[in-house]
C-alpha cells in the first residue's frame, strides 16, 4: 500500500506562515486527486483543500484566501502554503491521495503532521 508523507508542521505565532508538503513517490499509479484535511481535538476531520488531476481546486471557506494547494512537478506530490496561520487553525494535518479504477476509488493517508498556531 502506498502512504503519503507529510512534512513541515510546527509550532507558529499567530500570523505566521508554514509549508506543508506531501509525497507519496514510487506508487505505481498516480493519484487523480489530493488533498488536505486536518483534525483538531474533538472535533471531526475536515476537508482543507484538494486538487484535482487536471488542476481544479477546491477550498473550505474557513482558509479560503489565505491557504494554496499545489501540485508539485513530480508524481503524486502536494504542497499546502498556509499565510496568515489564526490559533483556529492549531490541528493535525493530513495528506490524502485518491486513486481510482473503474467505479471504484481508494484514500491514500498519511500519518499526519501538527501544526501548532500560538504565541
Known amino acids: 500500500q502506498v502512504h503519503p508523507v507529510e512534512s513541515g508542521g510546527g509550532l507558529v505565532q499567530p500570523g505566521g506562515s508554514l509549508r506543508l508538503s506531501c509525497a507519496a513517490s514510487g506508487s505505481i499509479f498516480s493519484f487523480v486527486g489530493m488533498g488536505w484535511y486536518r483534525q483538531a481535538p474533538g472535533k471531526e476531520r475536515e476537508l482543507v483543500a484538494a486538487?484535482?488531476?487536471?488542476?481544479?481546486?477546491n477550498y473550505a471557506d474557513s482558509v479560503k484566501g489565505r491557504f494554496t494547494i499545489s501540485r508539485g512537478t513530480a508524481k503524486n506530490t502536494v504542497y499546502l502554503q498556509m499565510n496568515s496561520l489564526k490559533p483556529e487553525d492549531t490541528a493535525v494535518y493530513y495528506c490524502n491521495g485518491r486513486h481510482c479504477s473503474g467505479i471504484s476509488c481508494s484514500d491514500y493517508w498519511g500519518q499526519g503532521t501538527q501544526v501548532t498556531v500560538s504565541s
Open positions: 486538487v484535482g488531476s487536471i488542476g481544479n481546486t
